[in-house]
């Protein structure tokens, strides 16, 4: 009986232990993996949250930038990381939405992360240079339909946001201009403002500036709602296409595995993070708005963001050379 009762008293401490330490989360500095480089929106981003969620946890949190190969340089690092809520990453729309639509990655975008929550959406926005004869959505449209591939627009690269969201606008209306990819924002945004082509879907914190001077034209924004930095640009929602809703966003991911009672733990600090006065202030000037979920809802969208890029590419034959 004696040896029985010690037994019993070993497995109850053994199922104890990790009951114990989730309790105790955390216990010790907490690592925030950026897969991009210092002073990118979702860098910036990271480290508002960051501090406020630093001060909830009552731990460090120290953001890491580990950029390279459009963000799954970064992802499987955390991807492959101990599944104890110590090491997160800071997923956003092309490490776990369009990447996983239109590449081979080396991690699951799904089946490898455990979602804690999202942060925070900002849209993209269609401009067109200054030398461009249109002046709306609609007047675009007619003009594609009337003469196609009249007109040539900019990206990131193909396969990124903001190739795949003017492929999503081209599908949606019926229209096809030509793509012309570039390494990055910088070149793209260069060379849209030199004419040498006509259009861009870029983020709207990028192309503020070249709004406000007179240099680009807005036509419309991707997100289903308006900006108040642009109150007067209309959405492609409203200019016909019901539909269209494409978003850069950012949330925060840990591995698979990861206990429940721990993403719960950093869950409730995320959100109290987005939604405290200051960030939501310092966000809203990036042109961000703040979209606290909860773990389970977090994963709806990552698996539905996923979906509606790969039907894109479906619907529309589109091969992105790897």
Request: proline content about 9%.
């Amino acid at each position: 009986m004696r040896r029985a009762s010690l037994g019993l008293a070993c497995a109850a401490c053994i199922a104890a232990g990790p009951v114990s330490a989730q309790s105790d989360f955390p216990s010790r500095p907490i690592r925030y993996v950026v897969p991009l480089p210092p002073g990118a929106g979702a860098d910036f981003i990271a480290r508002l949250v960051a501090e406020k969620m630093a001060a909830d946890l009552g731990r460090p949190i120290v953001v890491e930038n580990r950029a390279g190969a459009s963000g799954a340089i970064g992802s499987e690092f955390v991807a492959k990381a101990p599944p104890d809520g110590y090491t997160l990453l800071q997923c956003y729309v092309v490490t776990h939405g369009t990447n996983p639509a239109v590449s081979k990655l080396p991690y699951d975008a799904v089946r490898d992360f455990a979602p804690v929550g999202m942060l925070a959406t900002t849209s993209n926005v269609l401009v067109v240079n200054e030398k461009a004869h249109v002046k709306s959505l609609p007047e675009l449209v007619a003009a594609l339909r009337a003469k196609p591939q009249s007109m040539s627009f900019a990206s990131t690269g193909t396969g990124s946001a903001t190739h795949l969201t003017m492929e999503y606008l081209e599908q949606q209306a019926g229209i096809d201009l030509v793509h012309v990819p570039y390494k990055g924002a910088g070149p793209a945004m260069t060379d849209l403002l030199g004419g040498q082509v006509e259009a861009m879907f870029p983020s709207l914190i990028t192309a503020l500036p070249h709004i406000k001077t007179g240099k680009l034209r807005a036509l419309a924004l991707s997100a289903p709602q308006r900006s108040p930095l642009l109150p007067d640009v209309p959405t492609v929602a409203e200019s016909g296409y019901p539909a269209f809703n494409a978003v850069q966003w950012y949330g925060v991911c840990a591995p698979a595995g990861t206990p429940p009672a721990v993403v719960q733990r950093l869950n409730r600090a995320l959100n109290a993070a987005v939604t405290h006065p200051e960030v939501r202030a310092k966000l809203a000037e990036q042109s961000a708005e703040i979209a606290p979920m909860s773990p389970a809802e977090f994963g709806d969208y990552i698996r539905a963001d996923i979906a509606k890029w790969a039907r894109l590419l479906k619907d529309t034959n589109l091969k992105i050379e790897p």
